[in-house]
């Protein structure tokens, strides 16, 4: 590891190798429209960069889905297995390259 951080937006650790991980809890995300995520630290690239939306409910199943992101920020949101829009907490990752 050569740097780790903590910021408003969540935690980040980047790699030597150019590898960095992004993660951040969104406790209510938003019901009626996307929700963005500004990263932690910011992407060299939108090339490759992978994110993944995670429900942290213990009763219901949740789908998290996520929009193409950009190297600084991603639109998402969480859905209930009726298909609706739900503000139940989700665990948001990305990776990708800082250099």
């Given at each position: 590891?050569?740097?780790?951080?903590?910021?408003?937006n969540g935690e980040f650790v980047r790699?030597?190798?150019?590898?960095?991980?992004?993660?951040?809890?969104v406790g209510s995300p938003s019901n009626?429209?996307?929700?963005?995520?500004?990263?932690?630290?910011?992407?060299?690239?939108?090339?490759?960069?992978?994110?993944h939306v995670t429900g942290r409910t213990?009763?219901?199943?949740?789908?998290?889905?996520?929009?193409?992101?950009?190297?600084?920020?991603?639109?998402?949101?969480?859905?209930?297995?009726?298909?609706?829009?739900?503000?139940?907490?989700?665990?948001?990752?990305?990776?990708?390259?800082?250099?």
């Amino acid at each position: 590891v050569i740097q780790r951080g903590t910021n408003a937006n969540g935690e980040f650790v980047r790699f030597a190798d150019g590898t960095q991980i992004c993660t951040q809890v969104v406790g209510s995300p938003s019901n009626s429209a996307d929700t963005t995520w500004t990263f932690p630290a910011q992407f060299v690239t939108a090339t490759g960069l992978s994110v993944h939306v995670t429900g942290r409910t213990g009763s219901d199943a949740i789908i998290g889905s996520a929009r193409p992101p950009s190297t600084a920020s991603v639109a998402f949101n969480a859905f209930n297995t009726s298909g609706a829009r739900t503000t139940a907490a989700v665990s948001l990752l990305a990776m990708g390259r800082w250099f």
